[in-house]
Structures are given as structure tokens and as C-alpha cells.
């Protein structure tokens, strides 16, 4: 087991918030006999108190039990305070005890808004708004004990100094969800309130092989730099931070050895999007060409100090506007591909279709010296390290979602049993299917960790996932892929451009401020200000029930005819309409001027 890396003060592990009319006041209740933390309801201004504040008789303070303060986000005129109302125990990490986010409220701290301008008023409320949907966020995780941003070889090699410092301090920047919201705390000192949480996916199980019994955990770490929904974060940003970026790290402990495997995916590193119109799919678009060997080689050099050698996986199509984009990357990694940067292109779907998904044997032949040479971690009964790992797989399709995690299961399942066959568990040619337990565990937790992942960028379970859980394709998981796959078109035309710019509030890559939302960025005019494609939904519907029935009628008066034909010619006009103005009918993002 690896030693714990004990952090100097401990975090508050429940408390209790005092609603009172001019503050609130969260209290420890752990038994740590730790100060009050007060947070002003005027402005949000925080302060720690010995001593309760004298509760009115008539009026008697709200009290709830609360389980950690996620942060402070500050906006026009108000603060806003959230915390954590609700917790579920959902296994451990290296001896500590992991929980899951089960319910988020928001408290405001907008007294002073009742001076305020009326036009600020207005826009403090659409702002506030969008934090009803940041309570929602989903797979949110935490610990009190140790650092959840850190994979257990970075853990490992925490000098002695480092694990003394509060979580917060030892957290990696890119993983730490609230790290915007943590601010005002962190400037106020408040070290043991500041909780790290981390977005991404959590599972474990346990399972016997013969007398040995073996426990994998995977856990999934979403970086916050260019966090987002699918449609409204593609490709890079200038500096070379991809969207839907996670680390993924599959752990295995068994008869005191632990071992650690980690895999990376993200967006294709480079300047490109594709802007929401109603059509099921919208076209590539590459931003500033000339930009794209400059982003990503400051992509694959942060890889590369991060994790030591890389080898980028690319499974996108040969053909149509993916072989555009992936011809393009191709042409990128040239420029910068060198002994310990690798680039692989993989066409997923022309080798393997919609079925033959066990021909990512084939792959995995031709990255198999990759993984032999650069390896895992592995400790030893007392801690110590045996092996570590040099290198890292780096894995994308278009939307590193389905593609990508049928494809890192596959590695992750031959690391496992190569580690198993180190460890002398599992003989040369044995294998995970070999013992049928097992098997299903496995499959179940890496079809999970995808459901999570797919859930948080795309609004849907991921699909093919009925290969991962099941080890075939089945007709129930293709009809399944066909609705997740028009839900996916619903969420991307009408929901994520709201939950987009909640996520950008969020992670403080949109500042408010009052010199700049005062003219706020979300007034329309002309046709934007009526477009609604419900509306012109209605209309559509209405016009061809009208030329239904008028056609109905046309054997008794031959005008009908022409009422039918004139409601048909309406529907379709508008349906037209809406077509070639896609864009405006779509719910897109609002918060258009980044932090950075």
C-alpha cells in the first residue's frame, strides 16, 4: 500500500450553515472545534468568528447540514456562495475514502443589489440563472484525505514537503474543478474549508481469481482549460488546450502490489469548430491554418513534460470532412514528431465498421512495442517502486467519446493482464476472458466510466457502448445509439449553448463585470429577437395538419385543393426558412469574451 500523503491541517468533513438575515455562518461539526467561517450576505465578504452571532427569537436562523464549500463566484453586484448539501461514499483511492457529489446548492449574497440600477438588476438575474444550472453538474468527486487531481505515481513521487502542504496546494491546476470558485477563499486563508474537486468519473470492483482476490478502480480527471459542451468546444485554443481533455487511470491492487496505468484523450489539437444549424452534422470549419503546427506543438509539449514520451492515437475517418481535419493533424505532427512523439492513425470505422470491433487487434500489434517500452507503474508490498511509467497513449476521434473508449478499453484490458502475468496471477496465454467474473466486471467498469465521461460533453450515455459492456454489438445497443444519438442533435441545436455558458461562469473563463455587461452580449435584434424553433415548429406542424385536411375535403369542392396546396407551400417554405437559418434558431452560447 502507498504511504499516505497526510496534508499539515485537515479539511472540515461536515458542518453546519446558519442562515441568519445578515450572513451566513457554516460551523464545523466534526468535532475538529475549528473557527465559524462568516460569509456576508451583502456583498460575500468572508470572515472567520469564534462565537455564534445572537439568533432573533422571532425570527429563528434556517440550519442545514452541509459537507463541504465548493467556492465563491462573484458577479455584477452579488456573490454566491455553494456548497455541497448531499455526499455519497463511492469507494477509495489508495486507502482514502472517495465521495461522490450528490446535490450542490447555491446560496446568493446580493443584498447590495437592491441599490442597484434597474438594467443590472436585469442582468444579475440572467446571470445568477445559469448557477440553477451549475447545481446540476454532473460527476463531481472529492476527498478529505488525499489529492484526487494526482495519478498515484505523481502521488508517489510527492517530495515529503509537498505532503505537508493543505490539498488545495498540492492539487494539479488542470484537474481542480473549482479552482476559479476557490479564490476568494484561498486569498482570505481559509485552508480548512478549501475542498478540491475534481470532474470526471469514479468506479471500482472486486472480483476472485482462484484464491487471490483483486481490486481495479478507474478514475477519470477532466481538465478545466477548455471545458465544455460538444458542439460548443472542438479542436484547440491558441495555447494549445484541447477540448474534452481526460486523464484516465485504471489502478489494480492485488495481494499488496499496486499497479497504475494511464491514458489521455482530447480533442484533435487544433483551431477548429463546428457552429451549430440544425443539420445533424454541422461542417468542419479550421480556423487561422497557418496556426496549426505552432498549437500543436505547444499541445504535445505540455504532454510531454507532463508524461514523458507520447504517442497520439488518431481514429478519425479517411473521408468526407473528418479525413479533411485528420489529413490536416497528419500534416501538423510532421513538423514535430520525434523519438519520443509518436503519431498513429487508426481508421476506426472503415477497419473495424459498426461490428467487428475485435479488430482493434490490429492496433493494438502495431502499438504494442509503445506500451512494453514506456510501461506502468508498479509498487511493492512495502511502497517501493518497482516500475514506472515513461509514456503515455494519447487516443481521439472526433468527439474522444465512443471511438475512443472502445479503443482505450482494449489497451487498458491487455496492461491489466500484462500486469496480472508479472505479478505471476495469470499464466502466458491466459487471459481476462479466461475467467468470466471477472470479465464482467471489467467490461461493466470501463462501459460505465464511458457513460460518465459521454454524459458530461454530450448530454448522452456514450454509444457502442454495448461492446464495452457486453463484448459484442447487439441490436438493443444499436437502437439504443440511434436515440442517444438524436438526443445528442436536440441537446446540441437547443440546451448547450445555455449550459455552455454556465460552464464558462463557472470556471471563470467569462469575468463579469459591470463596464462590459451593462450593453449585455445577449440582446438580440431583428430576427434573432423572435427566433424560436419550437415556434416555427408549431408553424410547420399546424400548415401540414391544415393541408391534411383540406386534402380530405377535396372530393366534396375542388377548392380545397388549393387551400391544401397553399398550407403544404407555407410548411415548407418555413421549414426552408429555418433550414437556411439554422444558426439563429439554435440556443447558442451567450458569454462570448473569454477570460484569457
Not at 252 to 269: D, K
Request: include cysteine; charged fraction near 25%; aromatic fraction near 10%.
Amino acid at each position: 500500500m502507498m504511504e499516505k500523503a497526510d496534508s499539515g491541517q485537515k479539511l472540515y468533513t461536515r458542518m453546519r450553515l446558519w442562515e441568519f438575515p445578515d450572513q451566513y455562518v457554516i460551523e464545523p461539526t466534526d468535532g475538529s472545534h475549528g473557527s465559524s467561517l462568516a460569509v456576508s450576505r451583502v456583498d460575500g465578504s468572508m470572515q472567520l468568528i469564534d462565537k455564534l452571532p445572537d439568533s432573533n427569537s422571532v425570527r429563528v436562523p434556517k440550519i442545514r447540514t452541509i459537507f463541504g464549500v465548493v467556492g465563491i463566484l462573484k458577479l455584477l453586484a452579488g456573490s454566491y456562495l455553494m456548497v455541497i448539501t448531499d455526499r455519497e461514499c463511492v469507494g477509495s483511492y489508495l486507502g482514502h475514502p472517495i465521495f461522490k457529489v450528490s446535490s450542490l446548492k447555491v446560496f446568493p449574497c446580493d443584498h447590495s443589489l437592491k441599490n442597484s440600477p434597474t438594467e443590472q438588476k436585469k442582468m444579475e438575474t440572467e446571470f445568477s440563472g445559469l448557477l440553477n444550472i451549475a447545481e446540476r453538474t454532473p460527476g463531481l468527486y472529492f476527498s478529505y484525505e488525499t489529492n484526487l487531481t494526482l495519478s498515484a505515481q505523481r502521488l508517489h513521487d510527492l517530495g515529503d514537503e509537498s505532503k505537508l502542504l493543505p490539498l488545495w496546494r498540492q492539487a494539479e491546476p488542470r484537474f481542480l474543478w473549482n479552482n476559479y470558485m476557490l479564490e476568494g477563499l484561498i486569498d482570505s486563508k481559509l485552508d480548512p474549508y478549501l475542498l478540491p474537486i475534481v470532474q470526471g468519473s469514479f468506479h471500482h470492483f472486486q472480483a476472485a481469481i482462484g484464491k487471490d482476490i483483486i481490486d481495479v478502480t478507474l478514475i477519470a480527471r477532466r481538465c478545466t482549460r477548455r471545458n465544455g459542451t460538444r458542439m460548443w468546444r472542438r479542436g484547440a485554443d491558441s495555447d494549445g488546450y484541447v477540448a474534452n481533455f481526460v486523464e484516465t487511470e485504471q489502478i489494480m491492487h492485488l495481494n499488496g502490489f499496486t499497479a497504475s496505468f494511464v491514458q489521455v484523450r482530447g480533442s484533435i489539437p487544433l483551431l477548429w469548430e463546428q457552429i451549430v444549424d440544425l443539420t445533424y452534422k454541422p461542417k468542419f470549419e479550421l480556423v487561422r491554418l497557418e496556426e496549426s503546427p505552432r498549437v500543436a506543438e505547444r499541445h504535445f509539449l505540455d504532454l510531454r513534460k507532463k508524461y514523458g514520451a507520447v504517442l497520439a492515437i488518431d481514429l478519425v475517418n479517411t473521408h468526407g470532412g473528418e479525413g479533411r481535419l485528420s489529413e490536416k493533424f497528419a500534416n501538423a505532427m510532421q513538423h514535430i514528431v520525434s523519438d519520443d512523439l509518436r503519431y498513429w492513425h487508426f481508421d476506426f470505422h472503415h477497419i473495424c465498421g459498426h461490428v467487428h470491433f475485435e479488430r482493434l487487434s490490429i492496433l493494438y500489434e502495431q502499438i504494442v512495442d509503445f506500451l512494453d517500452r514506456n510501461g506502468y507503474l508498479l509498487l511493492n508490498e512495502k511502497g517501493e517502486k518497482m516500475k514506472e511509467q515513461l509514456g503515455v497513449v494519447r487516443t481521439n476521434c472526433i468527439d474522444c467519446l465512443d471511438r475512443t473508449n472502445v479503443t482505450q478499453s482494449m489497451i487498458a484490458r491487455n496492461m491489466l493482464e500484462g500486469q496480472l502475468r508479472r505479478l505471476g496471477i495469470f499464466a502466458a496465454e491466459e487471459t481476462i476472458s479466461s475467467h468470466p467474473n471477472l470479465d464482467e466486471c471489467f467490461k461493466i467498469l470501463w462501459a460505465n466510466h464511458g457513460d460518465d465521461i459521454s454524459i458530461q460533453y454530450s448530454g448522452t450515455a456514450a454509444l457502442k457502448g454495448d461492446f464495452v459492456r457486453c463484448g459484442k454489438r447487439t441490436m438493443q445497443g444499436i437502437a439504443k445509439d440511434g436515440i442517444n444519438a438524436l438526443l445528442r442533435y436536440y441537446f446540441n441545436n437547443f440546451v448547450d449553448g445555455t449550459k455552455q455558458d454556465a460552464i464558462d461562469l463557472l470556471q471563470g473563463h467569462y469575468i463579469v463585470s459591470v463596464s462590459r455587461d451593462m450593453t449585455p452580449s445577449s440582446q438580440k435584434g431583428g430576427l434573432e429577437a423572435v427566433a424560436s424553433f419550437p415556434l416555427a415548429l408549431s408553424f410547420v406542424l399546424t400548415g401540414f395538419f391544415f393541408a391534411t385536411l383540406s386534402l380530405r375535403q377535396v372530393r366534396y369542392d375542388l377548392r380545397h385543393l388549393f387551400f391544401s396546396v397553399i398550407w403544404a407551400g407555407l410548411s415548407i417554405a418555413i421549414a426552408a426558412f429555418v433550414r437556411a437559418n439554422g444558426r439563429i434558431f439554435c440556443n447558442r452560447p451567450r458569454l462570448h469574451k473569454p477570460r484569457c
